[in-house]
């Protein structure tokens, strides 16, 4: 038998790593709550200030200030619908075993509505954990045809070429190149992103921007989340 005042101890010792446990992680998900609602208000006042009603324009406020890989535009409803999850990390306390950081994540829609004031509201809404996992695979996608467009020659991003470049081992990648709008410095490619999943299809038409010109090689491609193709 163990004498009494080691083992009183020891089990005071996990109750103690069990206590600061729960504060850390109590304190993780509530910084993580703060990144949402941070993230609601200072759209909301973003879209309030904003004076272009196209619904590109209005999701391109959203995405700045979300980072929400899937915005949905619900033209019936006028609202726009932002799916993001935000995370924070803690220092597990433990006893036996080496600690290390834990993951707090949260999945969240951020919808935003005009207002009858004229002004615009946004209302995050804490989802399942599973609603932010195709907008993940979608980030992915996107920064993967980031990179594939960014080694194009300039005047090889075409339709058939960018489509050919996304998908050159004709593996069904989810790309849907829809058009190739070019101007006097830059040329964008607008692409269906699509994500089966093992749920309910999620898709995103992006806007991938490459730039024109002596310094074109520098400019990284940008890519927006748009409401149409």
């Not at 004076?51 to 019936?76: E, F, K, W």
């Not at 207002?115 to 195709?134: I, N």
């Not at 960018?162 to 964008?188: C, E, G, I, N, T």
């Not at 995103?204 to 310094?215: I, K, N, S, V």
């Amino acid at each position: 038998m163990l004498p009494a005042a080691p083992l009183a101890y020891f089990w005071y010792s996990v109750w103690h790593a069990g206590h600061v446990n729960a504060q850390r992680k109590e304190a993780a998900t509530a910084f993580v709550l703060t990144q949402a609602r941070h993230a609601s208000d200072s759209t909301s006042r973003a879209l309030s200030s904003t004076h272009s009603t196209a619904p590109d324009a209005l999701i391109g406020v959203i995405r700045r200030h979300t980072q929400a890989p899937v915005i949905v535009y619900d033209r019936a409803h006028g609202t726009y619908t932002a799916t993001v999850s935000w995370s924070s990390f803690y220092t597990e306390e433990a006893i036996l075993l080496a600690a290390g950081p834990i993951e707090v994540e949260r999945c969240f829609t951020l919808t935003s509505v005009r207002t009858p004031r004229g002004t615009w509201e946004t209302k995050p809404a804490e989802r399942d954990h599973g609603a932010c996992t195709s907008g993940r695979t979608i980030s992915a996608d996107v920064a993967f045809a980031q990179k594939r467009i960014k080694t194009m020659a300039a005047e090889r991003v075409t339709r058939a070429e960018v489509a050919r470049v996304l998908d050159p081992a004709d593996q069904q990648r989810p790309y849907s190149v829809k058009k190739v709008r070019r101007s006097d410095d830059a040329v964008v490619v607008t692409v269906l992103v699509r994500e089966n999943g093992d749920g309910t299809p999620v898709q995103q038409c992006y806007a991938f921007t490459r730039r024109l010109g002596a310094d074109a090689d520098a400019q990284p491609v940008t890519a927006v989340p748009v409401a149409t193709c």
